[in-house]
């Protein structure tokens, strides 16, 4: 499908608005461990997800990361534009997490159609919403989830994800994702495989008891 078909607002554009994206609209193939946007002095453009998966996250001064969000397929992130909103500034990182098509819309190009448009103006309030909503929901989990509950959390996304019990992931990456440290991860999973939870292999690790890692993350 073509961009008009993956862009939400699109019928709600004039003739005019409807060029400016066109000629201007950004298409990019990314290979996975790219980084697209890098920090707030990056104002790199709304992006649109065609086909693969990104990963947004921020970055401490000791260099940690922890996994805000993700996007996929038809999903959209404002927070690579977030220049064209004054009040808000995000450092941000956004890494391909698979080879990813994506389409850019300019930030300048999309912030002059926000200033003429109702509806587009409405929908970034929207989607900022979204994506604050996200973040919440990650303060959430770190403020009054325990470890155990977060990696079982963790590994059963992925599998959601991947379509498989059998995931090609290192203890570092879990770490990266959750804002933890790899040697703390790597007892969590021992500690699983122990309880018969999980079977752990160099960079990979398969579930073994699906069931009881959901009563986990729930308990």
Known sequence: MSFENYFPLWNDLNTAQKKLISDNLITRNVKKGTIIHNGKLDCTGLLLVKSGQLRTYILSDEGR???????FDMDMCLLSASCI???IQFEVTIEAEKDTDLWIIPAEIYKGIMK???PVANYTNE???TRFSDVMWLIEQIM???LDKRVASFLLEETSIEGT?????THETIANHLGSHREVIT???????GEGLVKLSRGKITILDPKRLETLQRS
């Open 85 to 87: 909103i004054r009040s």
């Open 116 to 118: 003429e448009s109702a």
């Open 187 to 193: 007892r969590m999973l021992r500690y699983f495989q």
């Open 127 to 129: 989607l900022m919403a």
């Open 165 to 169: 019990n059998e995931l090609k992931i």
């Open 65 to 71: 990361e922890i996994t805000l969000y993700r996007l």
């Open 144 to 146: 009054w989830k325990s």
